[in-house]
């Protein structure tokens, strides 16, 4: 970790493929597609590595100071998203709500999963994820966030909805091409 301090490329490139997976299933939650994952993945590396000499090993773990500094990357990439697109999801609010059973989750691959998550939009995904992966409650999310607590139950409930519409929209896809 000295030499990746003084900025030694080979060590830096070890550096990097030893946590490449990790950081990479971190950028992948929170983006829209994978190429967008590894554009954050590097990214976050490069802040990695710049504030690699102001790691203190005391403080902490130096996995759990990478995850948070790629997390907070990520967070920061969907909020600049959010604000220059200025767009809201239209919702068919006279459609009614599926129901799914409780293992309906479990049928899913986990890349069908994360293709379903990674095409929310960001302020949803972002609920979603610090919701159910990180276990944030919604007073914290809000607080991280800057939004309402409001907000982000309601985010993650359209999330969910999302979700299940877009589960139903696969099997019933499915369906008929088997049929």
Not at 97 to 120: C, G, K, R, T
Request: with cysteine; glycine share 2%.
């Amino acid at each position: 970790m000295n030499a990746c301090k003084k900025y030694d490329l080979r060590a830096q490139r070890y550096f990097y493929k030893k946590y490449y997976s990790f950081l990479m299933a971190v950028c992948l939650r929170y983006a829209p597609d994978r190429e967008t994952a590894v554009n954050l993945m590097n990214e976050s590396y490069l802040k990695i590595f710049d504030s690699l000499p102001n790691f203190n090993k005391s403080k902490g773990q130096l996995k759990s100071w990478m995850y948070r500094i790629a997390m907070n990357h990520c967070i920061d990439h969907c909020r600049k998203e959010s604000r220059r697109r200025r767009y809201e999801e239209e919702w068919n609010d006279h459609t009614p709500e599926p129901y799914i059973e409780n293992n309906a989750i479990s049928d899913l691959s986990a890349e069908e999963l994360m293709s379903l998550v990674q095409s929310l939009t960001p302020a949803y995904r972002m609920v979603f994820n610090l919701f159910v992966i990180e276990g944030m409650s919604h007073e914290e999310i809000a607080d991280y966030l800057k939004i309402s607590i409001g907000s982000s139950k309601s985010n993650l409930h359209r999330a969910r909805k999302r979700l299940q519409d877009m589960y139903w929209e696969v099997n019933k896809t499915l369906a008929i091409n088997e049929g």
